[in-house]
């Protein structure tokens, strides 16, 4: 069975500090890994990282993918309380098009 | 471009009433996911649709539940005889043909009383 597992499961810092979050998986047959940030609704998409090595870059959000040691980090730098969230990974297999997601990490920043 | 819709944002019904939860996909997009999301859990795959065909339906429990994306009209998952177990947090994603990256709704929140 797919397994994603999630590092750390909560996290609080100050405003301006810099997080590194952590995702590693088990999959058969490993098509692509998606990063979402949920607050109180939908979780929205933030990247998808289908080659090991490049970095995607959105603003202060950043991610890379290992697929050798099969997992992911996402960096935020200079955190602000918006960026308080629950923040998930889900990895997506060749053959079949459901997601297998992470249990999040909870960031909370503090001002 | 309007996101997904989902409709109603809550719901709330009693043991043995039937729940049914609307997903309207993103503009273009013709592939449509229902997922649950359970209190302090990660969410689970239920079912995934493309018009008028249920192609993936593994992560849906066999009794009481079943979903439909009609050639008109929203994709709807229906859940008859709702039980407690039930209550949880129902999201929907769409995606267009050909590409992976799935997008949410705002998901319905159904409580069984």
């Known amino acids: 069975e797919d397994k994603v597992v999630q590092s750390p499961l909560s996290l609080v810092v100050h405003e301006g500090d810099t997080v590194t979050l952590n995702c590693s998986y088990e999959?058969?047959?490993?098509?692509?890994l998606l990063w979402y940030k949920q607050e109180k609704k939908a979780p929205t998409f933030l990247f998808m990282l289908t080659s090991s090595g490049i970095e995607k870059k959105s603003g202060r959000l950043s991610s890379i993918l290992d697929k050798k040691e099969l997992f992911s980090i996402l960096n935020i730098t200079a955190t602000q309380t918006g960026d308080s969230a629950i923040y998930l990974c889900a990895v997506a297999n060749f053959g079949n098009e459901k997601l297998t997601f992470g249990t999040g990490t909870r960031l909370t920043i503090i001002p | 471009n309007a996101g997904v819709m989902q409709n109603p944002r809550h719901l709330v019904r009693r043991r043995g009433q039937e729940a049914r939860l609307r997903c309207s996909p993103m503009k273009g997009h013709s592939h449509v996911y229902w997922y649950r999301q359970l209190p302090e859990e990660g969410l689970k795959f239920m079912v995934y649709?493309?018009?008028?065909?249920?192609?993936?339906e593994s992560g849906m429990p066999k009794e009481r539940f079943s979903a439909e994306f009609p050639k008109e009209g929203p994709s709807i998952l229906r859940i008859q005889q709702v039980v407690r177990g039930d209550s949880a947090a129902y999201f929907c994603a769409s995606s267009p043909p050909e590409e992976y990256e799935q997008y949410f709704g705002p998901g319905t929140r159904l409580t069984v009383t």
């Open positions: 999959v058969t047959n490993f098509r692509s």
């Open positions: 649709l493309q018009k008028e065909n249920i192609i993936d």
